[in-house]
């Protein structure tokens, strides 16, 4: 069965610090997004990317955050200077697009990350 | 106040009984999509149910939705150990944001 894929797992970074976040997407998808867990809250929405580029954001995806659709596979998210706020699990999703209106996504496993 | 508000927080039952989870929003919708969540795992869909439709099954699950009480609720019947996990509803609105926006989400204890 199809799926998302997200690497890394894991991964802990000093304040300050570049991070990418890797997402393979379901193939012939065609919305991408990612969103955004600490822990024990509710899932945060932060960016939609569709056609190449990005088709709504969120307040929390600010000038640090940034997506890239490099090739015909990855989806990135990188955030330019980590804050210790940025610790969570970032989930990236996809769906197929039912009509412009939001079908079911897809999920992956998450990346969690955490800024010391 | 956010969209898509479930209650209770939290919810510990036996293996057997039925849980009910119930999701309250602010605006206009297309649909309302519940998901779970396995600690620390992603999010998996469960069901969709349309503004146009009531009632909805799904195997165990049954959802309903009132759009004139703007809520929802998700039935789990027979529940089992393995339904431990967190229950999210999440709404696709009308007007504003265009992606989907989730609740807080109950967290439901199945004991054997």
């Known amino acids: 069965e199809p799926e998302v894929t997200q690497t890394p797992s894991h991964q802990v970074t000093q304040m300050g610090q570049e991070v990418i976040l890797r997402c393979v997407p379901i193939s012939n998808h065609l919305y991408f997004y990612w969103y955004r867990q600490i822990l024990g809250q509710k899932v945060e929405f932060l960016v939609s990317?569709?056609?190449?580029?990005?088709?709504?954001k969120s307040e929390i995806f600010d000038d640090q955050f940034s997506v890239e659709r490099p090739d015909g596979s990855n989806f990135t998210l990188k955030i330019r200077s980590t804050k210790l706020e940025d610790s969570a699990m970032y989930f990236c999703a996809s769906s197929a697009g039912t009509g412009g209106k939001t079908g079911e996504l897809f999920f992956g496993e998450g990346s969690r990350l955490t800024v010391l | 106040s956010q969209q898509g508000e479930e209650d209770p927080q939290a919810l510990s039952i036996q293996e057997g009984e039925n849980a009910t989870m119930n999701c309250s929003y602010k605006t206009s919708i297309n649909n309302l999509q519940w998901y779970r969540q396995n600690s620390g795992r992603g999010l998996v869909h469960l069901i969709l149910i349309r503004s146009n439709e009531r009632e909805k099954h799904s195997g165990r699950l049954r959802v309903t939705l009132d759009t004139s009480k703007k809520s929802s609720s998700l039935l789990i019947t027979a529940s089992r150990a393995a339904d431990t996990a967190s229950y999210f509803c999440?709404?696709?609105?009308?007007?504003?944001?265009?992606?989907?926006?989730f609740g807080s989400g109950t967290r439901l204890q199945v004991q054997p």
């Open positions: 990317f569709y056609n190449n580029e990005i088709s709504e």
């Open positions: 999440a709404t696709d609105a009308v007007t504003g944001r265009r992606a989907l926006t």
